[in-house]
């Protein structure tokens, strides 16, 4: 059972809008939530956190939403550039148990000049 | 500047062949992960080792074993592959949290595309 779902496998946008990457998990027991930016032939790389005692987070453009009731999270990106086309993975995980990340499918973001 | 280091880029190997895979990290950190990524299913855990010597079970963890005899260094076996281990496979490395809980720092490698015929 997939427990961290990213529901739209790809996602256009035009270069300074707003993209909005959405996330949704199942395990109540999740309380750290992590979104990573992975391009082609590198490894992921950490884009920025949220836990569950927030239900929101800045780091410059871009900003995680967590809607703890909705077991919902999303990630704005503003503005859209075109560097920023990538996959892009939701992860969670219990903050209080021993173990790996618990990642999603994942979302391809292409942003058009 | 590289961090984690995954010892091959691209690997070819028939059936039933016994496979290593090898990462490398050079942070010092305490917790190790090996991860698969296929299209549609995102990153899936296959084992972790949170010390040297220790291993511990992910998501997916059959077919598989680890090793961990240096802490920089965490290995990967495919005992006897098949094609349904064809796969990019993330190495993963981060430091040791607060009162032992994890630290979700990953620093990830590059990544080993592996076919299997």
């Known amino acids: 059972d997939q427990q961290v779902k990213q529901n739209s496998p790809s996602l256009s946008v035009q270069e300074g809008r707003i993209s909005i990457l959405n996330c949704d998990y199942t395990n109540s027991m999740f309380d750290y939530f992590l979104w990573y930016k992975k391009y082609p032939a590198e490894g992921p790389t950490f884009l920025i956190s949220i836990s569950s005692i927030k239900d929101k987070n800045e780091d410059g453009r871009f900003t995680v939403f967590l809607n703890k009731s909705a077991k919902h999270l999303s990630l704005h990106i503003v503005p859209s550039q075109p560097g920023d086309s990538a996959v892009y993975f939701c992860a969670a995980s219990p903050t209080k148990r021993i173990g790996g990340l618990t990642f999603g499918e994942g979302t391809q973001l292409t942003v058009n000049p | 500047d590289v961090k984690v280091t995954q010892s091959s880029r691209y690997l070819v190997k028939r059936t039933g062949e016994k496979v290593f895979l090898e990462c490398v990290q050079d942070m010092d950190h305490e917790n190790m992960f090996w991860y698969r990524q296929d299209p549609g299913l995102g990153l899936r855990l296959i084992y972790f080792?949170?010390?040297?010597?220790?291993?511990e079970k992910g998501d997916i963890p059959e077919g598989y074993s680890v090793s961990r005899e240096k802490k920089e260094r965490f290995s990967l076996i495919l005992e006897s592959a098949s094609t349904n281990q064809t796969s990019m496979y993330l190495c993963?490395?981060?430091?040791?949290?607060?009162?032992?809980?994890?630290?979700?720092?990953?620093?990830f490698g590059s990544g080993t595309r592996l076919t299997v015929v």
């Open positions: 993963a490395s981060s430091e040791l949290g607060h009162r032992g809980l994890i630290n979700y720092g990953y620093t």
């Open positions: 080792s949170y010390d040297v010597k220790m291993k």
